[in-house]
């Protein structure tokens, strides 16, 4: 098991009222994902506690898209990736999200 | 003075051989190898009905019996080499030449036979070619095939797999050759007379029934979120932009996806009825909940597939059924329809270059081409117009007018890794070293690169047809190529730049809510829902019944 912190600074703060949404169930051969609302506005931190060592660079180049698309202001992101492809993480942090924006 | 009637009397000389082996045309199985070895001669060319999915496989494990010094050197062509048996031959000295189009399950023994120099490979065909073959120069002395059942004068009903045998039957029958085919049973009147008797010089109950691969069966519940988003994309940036009515799709899991959201986002979408309404498509059994929602009109097969046959009885209207009740394939006829007749071929693939050339050849297996260049083809003689097509032409010349001509729609869906983390992206095929290494001058490509219009992944589509160089067709794919080493060496600003012409379209570009990409959004998400949706009538292979 490896585990690494990335931070990076958004454009914006993520919209929502959500405190924090979960994304995927790591027991389901699928990675989980938690988000909390609790950093500064334009600040994104993300644990990642990950299977396979070595990818690290992925993580980083998965981490700046996101940041650059979801724009993530303001969020702490916890990720077990349970060996997830870099694909899966991305769409499932896109719809952690979306979650944080739209649930109430 | 010239013998004109040479082949008329090679052909008489060899039934002669065999007259104390036949009773009318039938032979008894245990004198099935004696029947080979008399009326097959040395350097003959064999076609061993392999097709995509049924099996002539008693003859084929005839034919292996045969003595190699009295029957060898022969050349084998036939599109599907898929039983073991068949590489047998080669091993055994029986046969020397191939000419095929696909191997599936032998694609790795394949490969290792050509490297040991153990096959004389000719060339690696799609269907249509090799069938076009069996008519210039690739004509069968010999045929041996399969069908369901055969009347005492030789008449045969294929049943629905009737596949590629009526091309077989046509080149050798008419050219003075001998066809005899393996029956599961001889009975007193065939249901449908599908080959006409006077074509069948030999019939013989097989022990046991032919072979039937299922090949087309997709379990709705391996289907994943990526690949779900992928089919989002797809509708939305393709189907939806094109309305292809006419459409072929490829039986991996990510068209399959497609086939499931037909009737949630598909009619979400306001799609019913506007787009794939027609096919040049195999049973596929995800299919069946759009065929029960009203999306489907009509659907020709190439072939069938275990479990559909009761369901597509039942649904006469949407599939092509014999008087006799049951479906009518035709492997030929259905390629050509997915030749000249289709808007639109989608599937998946293993391997993309940076010039959209793509190939399912790795260095140790040869899996043949099957059907997928002539689907995923721009026929050039093609000249009736439809919108799809007019639509793709117009993108691609970047212009209209009275001599622009229309395209086919063929596009490539593939998640960025495949299997064990392996890039689909590459910045040189694997087919490419292979044809080094077995001196080919042409390296297999299932699909040339100026054919593909669209590459659908995970990241988005890239639009070929609005790439106007080759640095903009590279950075289109780059840009969809995700987190793999093609995908992370992209041109961001030239990305961006290609973003902004519409040439990459990102989810988000598209208005697709990730929270929908979803197991929830699948019309069935196990084979039992599809058995459900079915009424009944689908009943899947025991080794997909998990219930």
């Known amino acids: ?67 650059e698309r979801a724009s993530p202001g303001g969020m702490h992101i916890a990720i077990h990736d349970n060996g997830a492809r870099p694909d899966t993480v991305l769409l499932r942090l896109m719809q952690g999200a979306r979650l944080m924006e739209t649930q109430s | 003075m010239t013998d004109w009637i040479k082949q008329k009397k090679e052909r008489a000389r060899r039934l002669k051989e065999v007259v104390s082996l036949v009773s009318g045309k039938e032979v008894q199985p245990a004198d099935v190898t004696a029947l080979l070895e008399r009326v097959i001669c040395s350097g003959d060319r064999v076609c061993l009905e392999g097709d995509n999915q049924k099996q002539a496989d008693f003859l084929a494990e005839c034919l292996t019996q045969v003595d190699p010094s009295q029957v060898h050197d022969l050349h084998i062509v036939q599109s599907g080499l898929v039983l073991s048996e068949h590489l047998d031959l080669f ?43 069996y008519f210039v120069d690739l004509t069968p002395n010999v045929a041996l095939i399969a069908a369901v059942s055969a009347d005492r004068k030789g008449n045969l009903y294929t049943g629905p797999n009737t596949e590629d045998t009526p091309t077989i039957v046509e080149a050798t029958a008419y050219k003075n050759g001998i066809v005899i085919a393996q029956v599961n049973k001889i009975v007193d009147e065939v249901p449908r007379i599908d080959i006409p008797g006077d074509q069948i010089d030999f019939i013989v109950q097989a022990p046991k029934p032919f072979y039937v691969e299922p090949l087309f069966t997709r379990d709705p519940a391996a289907v994943t979120e990526t690949q779900i988003l992928m089919a989002m994309i797809a509708l939305k940036g393709i189907y939806a932009e094109y309305r292809p009515r006419r459409l072929n799709h ?24 506007e787009v794939a309404t027609h096919w040049a498509l195999n049973p596929h059994p995800t299919l069946i909940p759009a065929i029960e929602s009203g999306w489907v009109q009509q659907i020709h097969c190439f072939g069938s597939e275990v479990g559909m046959d009761r369901y597509m009885s039942a649904r006469p209207d949407v599939y092509f059924i014999g008087h006799d009740g049951t479906l009518r394939s035709n492997r030929l006829l259905c390629q050509n329809a997915g030749l000249y007749a289709c808007d639109m071929f989608i599937g998946s693939t293993l391997q993309i270059d940076l010039a959209g050339n793509s190939s399912t050849v790795t260095p140790d297996r040869i899996a043949g081409f099957g059907g997928a260049p002539n689907m995923g083809a721009d026929a050039h003689g093609r000249r009736h ?56 001058p042409l390296a297999p490509v299932m699909i040339f690169g ?98």
């Open chain 1, 1 to 67: 098991m490896e585990k690494f912190t990335i931070q990076a600074q958004a454009k914006t703060t993520l919209g929502g009222k959500s405190p924090h949404a979960l994304t995927g169930v790591v027991a389901s051969g699928n990675l989980e994902i938690l988000f909390e609302r609790k950093e500064a506005p334009l600040t994104v931190t993300v644990e990642v506690m990950t299977a396979s060592h070595g990818y690290k660079p992925v993580w980083e180049a998965v981490i700046k898209d996101f940041v």
């Open chain 2, 91 to 133: 091993r055994l000295g029986i046969a020397r030449k191939l000419d095929f189009s696909y191997s599936g399950p032998q694609s790795a023994a394949i490969a290792r036979a050509l490297d040991q120099g153990k096959i004389e490979l000719g060339a690696i065909h799609t269907y249509i070619e090799l069938f076009a073959r």
């Open chain 2, 250 to 273: 490829g039986i991996g899991f990510a068209t399959a996806a497609i086939e499931l959201l037909l009737p949630t986002y598909g009619e979400q979408l306001g799609l019913r009825g």
């Open chain 2, 385 to 440: 117009v439809s919108e799809a097509w007019l639509k793709a032409g117009h993108e691609a010349a970047g212009s209209e007018g009275p001599l622009v001509r229309g395209r086919k729609l063929v596009v490539q869906m593939v998640e960025t890794f495949g299997e064990g983390m392996k890039p689909a992206f590459v910045e040189e095929l694997d087919s490419i070293a292979l044809a080094r290494k077995l001196g080919m």
């Open chain 2, 450 to 547: 100026d054919d593909v219009t669209h590459i659908v992944t995970e990241e988005g589509i890239a639009n070929l047809l609005l790439c106007r160089n080759a640095d903009d067709v590279e950075q289109a794919i780059r840009g969809v190529a995700g987190y793999t080493p093609v995908g992370l060496a992209r041109d961001r600003a030239k990305v961006e730049a290609l973003r902004a012409r519409g040439v990459i379209r990102r989810p988000e570009d598209l208005g697709i809510d990730l929270l929908q990409a979803d197991r929830n959004l699948l019309a069935a998400r196990s084979i039992r829902d599809l058995v459900t949706w079915s009424d009944g009538l689908y009943a899947p292979p025991s080794k997909f019944r998990n219930w």
